[in-house]
């Protein structure tokens, strides 16, 4: 009892030093999110996985295949809810711009180290600067999230909320008219079109063109070696980090109270995640290729956990739920 009782008062001294206009629900969904990650990524035995803990094989989509984009989506909110501390304290666009490519640099390297990080000392004949610093791998999850994060710096800056919301509609529409209808070749000079094939369309294409294959995920992928965090596709990620922005436009509304932007944000998931599911029989939902109705699935189900944790922590006000929150995360 009395180790409850200190717990329970070092979390609630933790919280009081926050910041009275931090949005505690955004930091928990954070948490949750870098914790399904580690879970991913750390499943015990390759052999023996749990099915949600698999990415999608192709088409489709499982619970692990909304992990990355409620990053980007978290990405998003927190651009808008930081930025417009910073505009508001006098901090210029310029600094905040330097800021953000400084941070992307970071990532960029960050990425590009992991990458080469790994040694294989077990190998007698394992040579590092062949088989990792020539072949490195480009693109990556932080290598996006990087630039995700400077493109939708940028736009929040110099966007209007209007514009930011014509730039998510016709982000999604715009790749969903590339892929379906622009043409592109192969070697032998065969012509495709609208294929939506794993390392047969034009996303992989265009990787394929740009990079070497062993510079991609999917080295051997036929017949075009391509990335899922490829050029192209990386589009359609920052239409999930612009849903965040928006989301983050909402959250700052003086004129609507907690209970109000929760139901608006539930009503909002709810509206994403049916309009998502009728737009995979046109589009499908594929993680690889961040197509349109995976944007809008993801950003949907993400409204709806947020949504969620706003009643339970912000709304509700339930310090018990809180303290072992923060007793996971701090």
Not at 63 to 74: A, G, M, S, Y
Request: aromatic share 14%; glycine share 8%; hydrophobic share 50%.
């Amino acid at each position: 009892m009395m180790l409850a009782t200190a717990i329970r008062s070092h979390c609630q001294a933790i919280l009081g030093q926050q910041p009275g206009n931090r949005l505690l629900a955004l930091d928990v969904f954070r948490g949750i999110t870098i914790t399904a990650m580690i879970l991913v990524n750390n499943p015990g035995s390759w052999q023996h996985i749990y099915g949600p803990m698999r990415h999608a094989q192709w088409h489709g989509w499982t619970l692990t295949d909304l992990i990355f984009p409620f990053f980007i989506f978290i990405v998003g909110v927190s651009i808008q809810l930081s930025g417009q501390r910073m505009l508001a304290s006098g901090t210029s666009r310029s600094s905040i711009i330097k800021q953000a490519l400084l941070r992307t640099f970071k990532l960029v390297l960050l990425g590009w180290f992991l990458a080469l990080f790994y040694y294989d000392f077990g190998a007698e004949h394992y040579n590092w600067v062949e088989q990792r610093l020539l072949n490195i791998r480009f693109m990556g999850v932080l290598q996006r999230i990087a630039v995700v994060y400077f493109i939708c710096v940028l736009m929040w800056l110099f966007l209007s909320k209007r514009g930011l919301l014509v730039s998510f509609v016709g982000i999604l529409l715009l790749y969903w008219l590339a892929l379906a209808a622009i043409p592109y070749y192969d070697n032998a000079g065969n012509s495709y079109s609208g294929l939506l094939e794993f390392g047969n369309n034009l996303s992989a294409w265009l990787d394929s063109w740009l990079f070497a294959a062993p510079h991609l995920y999917y080295s051997s992928a036929t017949p075009f070696a391509f990335d899922p965090e490829g050029i192209l596709s990386t589009l359609p990620a920052v239409a999930s980090g612009i849903s965040g922005m928006l989301v983050g436009y909402l959250l700052t509304q003086s004129s609507l109270n907690t209970r109000n932007k929760t139901i608006v944000l539930l009503v909002l998931g709810s509206i994403g995640v049916l309009l998502g599911e009728l737009w995979h029989g046109y589009f499908p939902i594929n993680k690889a290729l961040w197509t349109s109705s995976y944007v809008l699935l993801t950003s949907a189900y993400a409204c709806l956990v947020l949504a969620s944790l706003i009643f339970i922590l912000d709304s509700k006000k339930n310090h018990l739920l809180e303290c072992s929150l923060c007793g996971f995360w701090c």
